[in-house]
């Protein structure tokens, strides 16, 4: 029989002995790459819906996932705390200006604890207690330490132990997503090969630049735009995948290469 040299006309690299196009796949195998796909691309479209309604609104504009929505989420807004923000707004006159700067130094320099019981409680309960001593429950409780310590939390973003635990989740899981989802695209047929492999190793690369970025998007802004073109790149990637390996499973002609390659094989496969 007339073997047929396993070389395309468009790219000189042989196939593989032991790459198969998706049209040299068992019925059953492809049913289950499908099936894999579909759930797959619809868990993304949920991951993406969460994510928008999670993040949109941290820059006060819900409509959009900005750079702002991303700085905020990591690192925080910068806004003093809600005591800072009363004692310059609304509860500015509960108290003579004299008392009201010590109050307000003590809160942007960490609030902490003994200054409070040696300078800061007797304001507190001379001024704020009519009204603030917990007997209302639509008023923040400002009856000692532990009551006022949570209207002076600044807003810093994610904290740090929180990033951690949500950043092992993601590697686990998305490396997980990305294990199926390139096997799945493996037996795509694309050239040349060098971007084909770029495709495989990308998303990977772009989760790790993505959540690392996290981080450093606290120490320093800019870095929001690596989380966001990390993420982006990889929902790229994601889709690039989905529909070549769908398109090629189901709606394209075989490769002529892996053609050629059947007819040089034997027939008898009994
Ligand atoms: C006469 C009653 C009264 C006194 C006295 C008073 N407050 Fe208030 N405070 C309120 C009311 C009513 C609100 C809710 C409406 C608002 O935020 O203006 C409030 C809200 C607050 C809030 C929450 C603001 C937010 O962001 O939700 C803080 C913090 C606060 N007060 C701090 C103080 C401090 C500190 C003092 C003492 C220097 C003080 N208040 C004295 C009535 C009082």
């Not at 092992?168 to 084909?196: E, M, Q």
């Not at 070549?244 to 189901?250: A, D, E, G, K, L």
């Amino acid at each position: 029989m007339k073997k047929e040299p396993n070389v395309s006309k468009v790219n000189d690299v042989p196939l593989h002995r032991l790459y198969r196009h998706y049209s040299e796949l068992p019925y059953s195998v492809r049913v289950l790459y499908t099936m894999t796909l579909l759930i797959l691309g619809m868990a993304y479209l949920f991951a993406g819906i969460y994510l928008f309604h999670s993040y949109s609104g941290k820059d006060g504009n819900p409509r959009s996932l900005s750079y702002d929505d991303v700085v905020i989420a990591y690192s925080g807004s910068g806004k003093g705390s809600r005591l800072e923000g009363a004692l310059r707004g609304s509860m500015s006159a509960m108290l003579p200006r004299d008392e009201l700067m010590p109050l307000l130094t003590w809160v942007q320099e960490g609030s902490d604890r003994s200054t409070y019981e040696k300078e800061i409680r007797n304001t507190f309960d001379r001024r704020c207690m009519a009204c603030h001593d917990g007997s209302n429950p639509h008023l923040p409780n400002l009856n000692g330490y532990d009551n006022v310590q949570k209207v002076t939390e600044r807003d810093t973003g994610t904290a740090l132990f929180t990033l951690v635990r949500v950043s092992h989740i993601h590697f686990f899981g998305i490396a997980f997503v990305f294990f199926i989802l390139g096997t799945i695209f493996s037996h795509a047929y694309v050239r040349p090969v060098w971007f084909k492999c770029t495709i495989v190793a990308f998303p990977f690369i772009a989760l790790t630049l993505d959540i690392g970025s996290w981080y450093f998007t606290k120490l320093y802004h800019p870095f929001a735009w690596v989380v966001i073109a990390g993420g982006g790149l990889m929902g790229l990637a994601f889709t690039f995948m989905w529909v070549v390996s769908m398109y090629q499973m189901w709606f394209s002609h075989p490769p002529s290469v892996v053609l050629q390659r059947q007819e040089g094989e034997t027939t008898d496969v009994g």
